[in-house]
């Protein structure tokens, strides 16, 4: 058979040819040009566009980075250095770059705020790594007075006493637990309150004449600079969790009077400027707490931003909440679980695990509204940008400093939210 | 996470400065040891923090003139550096015990604003800066205009009387702060700036060509700048004009902070004695030391030395005395007797 | 925009359950009230609660009351808005109405509120067409382009927003050459078409003025032009007599199969008696002038208002344009490809199948985004723009020493403002949302 169909045929191949390389124009770079920048007559249009405004935006710029001068005493020093010719004068910076990160915190402490900010990312680490051995979270609440006494300084006994303060409610509601449930929320309530009120203050004293123990205190108005945008952020999101929880489940409840008020709050947080809430805390809070009280401007603020944060918060938790299948609530109630008890069993760990991309979200938008700051005169890293021209060593610079806070808050914001999409990945397969 | 709710709290609680009841300005500021001064934000010369934190310039020296007056201390102060907008609240809510900021002693302010101008430390004026290429030598060639201002300053509204005074238009460019309105004015984004004319001066002195630019002879408004306190606290607003006043009489008496020391061992003027608290007992009647006086002079010097430390002719701002002069060399400076 | 769940009512149920077997094994009448039900009775309790949680509130509502009038009693200051009715006497660069320093400061404040609405409403429609091309370029095979749009995004979305404002307003004072670089023959700068300048005091353009001028029509502080008003009206009406002949084309294709054409219709609807009415009014161009020391003549877009639009719009629009990706991803590959089974074109698929879905993902965040843009106009005071709260919440706060009720008044309009803006986009957003069943 095969000898006949060889006869019928001219000529047929019997060995594989060796396998060749793609024509030229479907291979290397020419293929890859062409499938990726010039696949029709629009994306040509556009890479050239594109290509066109690369090269001016480097024309304009490249000049001014490449003569950059980094050493010089003066805005003056560095126009005698670049001669007339452009050039950046970075050497601001390296005069000034301890203010715009730390503020006026004294030098010799800065290693402080730098090891507040590690043990920081220590203390979240079990909160968002669930890998990590649950033991860590003993350290995660011991870390906002770690991290105040590191920032502040002052006495060591002050945050011991006000941590014992937590302790005596602890000890209360399990003391009172075997009694009568309520009575034991109510004790839990009181005691620390009890400590902090009678007990503390002598207990604070005596120990710090006994045993004198801690750091030297640093005032809040040496603090600026990213340091106080990372303080004034942290802290109100921190703080706003709570708030944003309980407005969340307020918003969502049935009591329609509660329902009222977590709805009117949250609208109206949301509804005004952040800048009014700051000038609010700036000039109006005097106006509503008792003739003569004077709080810390700082104070002021984080108690204004984490009412601005919370609401915001309590909008994440709510969109945690909605993605929650209704399943799990039926079966928490099957379960036969109280309200409280379905929320903190079954409700909020899944629920706040699906916010933890929201809620990084919500703070990387406040941190960036921490330079709203510069308004009220907070030395935030823009205020501080000003007091530096107002030095006549440097009156005049301008563009350096706008670009080393930029930088700045771009490695952060961008590492933050390179983050939260990794969690979303993360969280998204674990639902699958 | 929960548990950081503490910190807030806490945080807080340290950071609350106590609660002030009927006392006395100067018994909270005793109790607390420490003078607290509004300051600028930063004007080169007046007020603005250098490299290391410190506080600097010819309104912070006033301040710590008070602090030595007080504590026999000079760096017994902290500085709060307010904007313009939030200045008079933080005055009048109890924030800064003194306000010595630049600030222009008007009738809205002084009547209505509850507030107490103690003095004028600094006599200005409001003054035109232009680039000499304008060609421009009067401000009543400078119709149509482009002007830089800075809001939430009395030059916005003199700025707006001259003009509608004078028949002419102009446009207004309104900037934040100081800084800002220099670059705006050297990249040419108006035409004119105008502000007081130590301000301008200031400025000018720090530009790269500062014969590029010509200060227009006009001075349009009178801006007497001084320490303001609150309303209803005397003493207090005694203690800070009498600081003020024993600064100005020092440098007519020829007291400095270089023979204050012997000066106060003996001087065959009266006076003297009775600034310096070797006679009289004038300290005690403020209810301070009787050497408030001669302590505030020796830390800071006299208005004089303290004038020419800080924007003097000698200085990068290169001010010239001027209305500032004592009333015996022309000037409008006149201290009232200590008697 | 969230389905609402039900909270706290299950629990409520199982325990109305359980007295309800009580009361049917136990006793037939109903169990004598006791006052710890108050506590312990689900239904009793949230009762208590909220009765509890009034008193709260209005015992924290007394407490603030009674500190402010303590404490204005005790600066001597009254609560008053008669500020509002005192003169002015500080001028505002751009004056949507006429104002000068002699009017009063309810007079400049709604001068700042026409302009923070200006601002808001140009910055969301230029972030909204900026967004829009960016997420979908930011889609495109094109590997430049795509590398490009995300280098914007990025850049913009991790650095705030006041320092891009800043940034801008420096951009045009110091690279845009000066009105003095256009004078003389042979000067440095040139304008566009002899008709736009770009200067480092704004950009110049040419305006619409009428040789006929109608009047005003004066309503309260308003005095909007009568012009202006005939020709959007006639604007309006072409727009209605358009939908009307569109409507009618498709029910004639509906009926007959045939559909007439229209385009030709429509052209004349909507652009000749807009034509019409400009040429009897006799309407001209009014080209920027150099003049003394500026451009006169024209519309004078500002510096600080191009930065300020530029920096929100770009700002914004970055975030627009993750929305917008967000949203086309987010509509099923099936979809797409059953389009185009039933023979639509790529065009047609996108603007009947792809868009109406996709603008159900994409509308909720983006209210979100236009009420960020609005509440960030407040940051005009940064570059000088003279909206609301640089006018009201600045100078004249300031001048006044008014910041209660100066602050008050500034929140209440912000308020309406967010609130009308999010109501109205909740209107669309109901009608959009998918139906379920």
């Not at chain 2, 907008?85 to 302010?109: P, Y």
Request: hydrophobic share 50%; charged share 15%; net charge neutral.
């Amino acid at each position: 058979m095969s000898n006949v169909e060889a006869h019928t045929v001219a000529y047929v191949r019997d060995t594989m040819i060796a396998q060749q390389s793609p024509p030229l124009a479907e291979s290397g770079a020419i293929r890859w040009l062409r499938s990726n920048l010039f696949s029709g007559w629009l994306n040509s249009v556009l890479t050239v566009v594109s290509l066109l405004a690369i090269f001016l935006a480097v024309k304009a710029i490249a000049p001014w980075l490449l003569n950059a001068v980094w050493n010089a005493g003066s805005l003056a020093e560095c126009r005698a250095i670049l001669d007339g010719a452009t050039g950046a004068c970075f050497a601001v910076i390296r005069d000034r770059w301890h203010q715009l990160l730390f503020g006026f915190y004294p030098p010799q402490f800065y290693w402080r705020p730098v090891l507040a900010l590690v043990l920081l990312f220590v203390a979240i680490a079990p909160v968002l790594f669930t890998g990590l051995p649950r033991k860590m979270l003993i350290f995660s609440a011991l870390y906002p007075f770690i991290g105040y006494h590191l920032i502040w300084g002052g006495s060591a006994w002050f945050p011991v006493s006000v941590l014992l303060g937590f302790v005596a409610g602890v000890a209360a509601y399990v003391i009172l637990r075997n009694l009568n449930g309520l009575v034991a929320i109510f004790g839990a309530i009181m005691a620390p309150f009890a400590w902090w009120f009678l007990a503390a203050g002598p207990f604070d004293a005596a120990m710090s004449a006994a045993i004198p123990l801690g750091l030297d205190f640093v005032r809040s108005d040496r603090i600026g600079g990213f340091l106080i945008a990372l303080i004034v952020g942290v802290t109100a999101i921190a703080l706003s969790l709570p708030v944003g929880i309980i407005l969340a489940l307020g918003r969502q409840s049935d009591m329609l009077f509660l329902k009222t008020i977590c709805v009117v709050f949250i609208e109206f947080i949301r509804g005004v400027p952040l800048i009014t809430l700051l000038f609010s805390a700036s000039l109006l809070l005097n106006y509503f707490l008792p003739p003569g009280t004077t709080f810390d401007l700082i104070l002021r603020v984080i108690i204004m931003v984490t009412l601005f944060a919370s609401a915001y918060m309590a909008e994440v938790i709510r969109g945690g909440l909605a993605a929650l299948p209704k399943g799990q609530y039926e079966a928490a109630d099957a379960l036969g679980l109280d309200y409280w008890k379905a929320q903190r069993l079954i409700i909020m760990p899944q629920a706040l695990k699906i916010s933890i991309p929201g809620i990084v979200n919500t703070f990387i938008g406040l941190f960036k509204d921490t330079t709203l700051l510069v308004f009220i005169a907070i030395l935030e890293p823009l205020a501080l940008a000003n007091a530096i021209r107002a030095d006549t060593n440097w009156n005049g610079i301008y563009w350096e400093l706008f670009i080393f806070i930029g930088a700045l808050f771009f490695i952060f914001c961008f590492g933050m939210s390179r983050y939260s999409m990794y969690l979303e990945q993360k969280l998204k397969t674990d639902h699958r | 996470m929960k548990k950081n709710v503490l910190f807030g709290t806490f945080a807080a609680s340290m950071l609350v400065a106590g609660i002030a009841q009927a006392q006395s300005t100067l018994e909270q500021v005793m109790a607390r040891g420490e003078l607290v001064c509004g300051s600028n934000t930063g004007q080169a010369g007046f007020g603005a923090p250098d490299a290391n934190g410190v506080w600097q310039g010819f309104d912070v020296g006033f301040c710590r003139a008070l602090a030595a007056a007080i504590f026999n201390d000079p760096n017994a102060v902290s500085f709060v550096p307010l904007t313009s907008q939030t200045r008079f609240s933080a005055l009048a809510s109890g924030e800064v015990d003194v306000l010595a900021r630049n600030t222009t002693w008007t009738f809205v302010r002084d009547v209505d604003l509850n507030l107490t101008f103690v003095g004028t430390n600094y006599y200005d004026g409001q003054g035109f800066m232009v680039p000499r290429e304008l060609g421009v030598s009067s401000a009543r060639e400078l119709d149509g205009a482009t002007v830089c201002i800075e809001t939430g300053t009395t030059t916005e509204l003199n700025l707006a009387d001259y003009f509608r005074v004078n028949g002419m238009s102009y446009e207004p460019v309104p900037v934040d702060t100081a800084a800002e309105a220099q670059q705006q004015y050297l990249a040419g984004a108006c035409d004119v700036y105008t502000t007081d004319v130590s301000a301008l001066a200031s400025s000018r002195a720090a530009f790269a060509e500062p014969d590029a630019h010509l200060i227009l002879p006009e001075v349009v408004s009178k801006e007497p700048l001084g320490p303001v306190v609150r309303h209803g606290d005397d003493n207090w607003a005694d203690i800070v004009q009498w600081t003020l006043f024993a600064l100005i009489a020092a440098e007519e008496l020829g007291i400095t902070s270089a023979n204050v020391e012997e000066l106060k061992t003996g001087s065959n003027n009266p006076e003297v004695g009775r600034i310096l608290g070797t006679d009289g007992g004038f300290g005690a009647m403020l209810g301070l030391d009787d050497d408030w006086a001669a302590r505030a002079i020796a830390a800071v010097g006299n208005y004089g030395e303290l004038f020419a430390a800080t924007i003097g002719d000698q200085t990068p701002i290169g001010l010239a005395r001027g209305l500032n002069a004592q009333w015996t060399q022309g000037g409008l400076l006149y201290a009232p007797p200590f008697r | 925009m969230w389905p609402r769940t039900r909270l706290g009512q299950p629990t409520g149920y199982i325990m109305s359950i359980t007295n309800d077997q009580r009361v049917a094994t136990a006793a037939p009448q109903k169990p004598a009230f006791h006052p710890s039900m108050l506590l312990y009775d689900q239904r009793y309790r949230s009762i208590t609660i909220q009765i509890f949680a009034l008193f709260l509130l209005m015992l924290g509502a007394a407490w603030l009351i009674d500190n402010v009038v303590n404490n204005l009693r005790l600066l001597g200051r009254t609560f008053s808005f008669n500020f509002l009715w005192q003169s002015a006497g500080y001028d505002i660069n751009q004056r949507p109405i006429e104002y000068d320093s002699t009017m009063t400061h309810g007079r400049a404040a709604l001068v700042g509120f026409l302009n923070t609405i200006i601002l808001a409403i140009l910055g969301c429609a230029l972030a909204t067409v900026i967004g829009v091309i960016a997420g979908v370029l930011r889609l495109s095979k094109n590997w430049l382009v795509s590398r490009l749009v995300t280098f914007y995004v990025e850049i913009f979305r991790n650095i705030p927003t006041l320092i891009w404002i800043l940034i801008f307003g420096a951009v045009m004072a110091e690279s845009m050459p000066a009105p003095s670089a256009f004078r003389g023959d042979n000067a440095s700068s040139s304008m566009i078409f002899d008709a736009i300048a770009v200067t480092n005091r704004g950009i110049y353009i040419p305006s619409i003025q009428f040789q006929t001028e109608l009047g005003v029509l004066p309503i309260g502080p308003f005095a909007p032009s009568l012009n202006w008003i005939l020709i959007l009206a006639v604007i309006i009406a072409g727009i209605f007599a358009n939908k009307q002949l569109i409507a009618h084309a498709n029910r004639l294709q509906s009926e007959t199969g045939i559909r007439p054409k229209t385009w030709w219709k429509s052209i004349l609807l909507l652009l000749l008696p807009v034509g019409v009415i400009l040429v009897a009014l006799g309407a001209y161009l009014d080209y920027p002038e150099l003049r003394g020391f500026n451009f006169t003549g024209g519309l004078h877009l500002r510096n600080s208002f191009l930065a300020m639009w530029l920096g929100l719009s770009l700002y914004t629009g970055a975030f627009i344009a993750e929305i917008v990706r967000g949203g086309i991803l987010a509509v099923s590959k099936g979809q797409t490809e059953a389009a185009f089974a039933l023979g639509l074109q790529p065009g047609k698929t996108m603007r009947l199948v792809i868009l109406p879905q996709a603008m159900r993902v994409i509308v909720p965040p983006l209210i979100s985004q236009y009420l960020n843009l609005t509440k960030n106009t407040s940051l005009g005071l940064a570059v000088g723009y003279m909206d609301l709260r640089s006018t009201l919440g600045g100078i004249t706060i300031n001048q006044t020493g008014r910041e209660l009720e100066g602050m008050l008044l500034l929140m209440a309009v912000y308020l309406v403002i967010s609130l009308t803006i999010s109501g109205l986009m909740n209107v669309y957003n109901s009608r959009v949302k998918l139906k379920e069943r």
